[in-house]
């Protein structure tokens, strides 16, 4: 994708095609050199001062968040706060979508991008991409059957599941104190509640859950929760 100079200051500074060319007119943008860009049809540049500011001009952004538990993965949202709040400061916010979803009630890794082909990348069921998962549980857990089935029929493909200690789960998971045993659980597949449903069918019942990577990407034990931090595209 190459965008325009432009396209490029529309969606870095959330203004209109009419608008930019009156600041471009109005010799507002310059290049680094401080030469006035006036032509809207200029590619190739990305580092600008915009009224003597720097400003590097993204094509394209992408980020990993610590989801707090308590906000919803969604862009708005009438009762609850929206983990969109979250990811305002970052650059090309309003084009930012998150890659997949958390419940309201999960903590940890929520990628977000402005590349839909990104989102499918890392969400399409085609392409088995492994999510990990730490919960709290109420109570052990039986060992799943080779395949196990759900109430709806979904067959979740579990490429791991282990119980491990406490002190070593990821500093995002809740330490509810009735929890009695914490589990890790690899999946590669993707379904509404599908982790709380798998530790439902194995007898158990969760009292805290943390994604902690998602393909490629593992949420490092120092990013805060409802903090963000830049990554490189897949
Ligand atoms: N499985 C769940 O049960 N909840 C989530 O948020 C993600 C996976």
Not at 9 to 16: K, V
Not at 69 to 78: E, M, P, S, Y
Not at 198 to 219: E, Q
């Amino acid at each position: 994708m190459t965008l325009r100079l432009d396209q490029l200051l529309a969606r870095n500074l959330g203004l209109s095609r009419r608008q930019v060319s009156a600041w471009l007119a109005g010799g507002r943008v310059k290049d680094r050199s401080g030469a006035a860009l006036e032509d809207g049809g200029t590619t190739g540049v990305h580092e600008v001062k915009v009224d003597g500011r720097p400003l590097v001009l993204r094509e394209a952004f992408h980020l990993m968040l610590n989801k707090p538990v308590g906000h919803v993965t969604a862009l708005r949202d009438a009762l609850h706060p929206v983990a969109a709040e979250l990811v305002v400061s970052a650059p090309l916010a309003a084009f930012l979508r998150p890659v997949g979803r958390l419940d309201m009630d999960t903590s940890g890794l929520l990628l977000w991008t402005t590349d839909g082909d990104v989102v499918h990348a890392l969400t399409h069921p085609r392409r088995t991409v492994p999510r990990t998962y730490e919960a709290a549980l109420a109570r052990p857990f039986a060992r799943p059957p080779e395949v196990l089935r759900l109430a709806d029929g979904h067959e979740p493909t579990i490429a791991s599941l282990a119980e491990i200690p406490g002190a070593e789960a990821h500093p995002a998971l809740a330490r509810p104190v009735d929890a009695q045993v914490f589990a890790r659980i690899v999946l590669v597949s993707g379904a509404y509640h599908e982790v709380r449903r798998i530790f439902a069918a194995l007898g158990s019942h969760v009292l805290a859950l943390c994604r902690t990577t998602h393909g490629p990407y593992a949420l490092p034990a120092d990013l805060a929760a409802g903090d963000w931090r830049e990554i490189a595209p897949p």
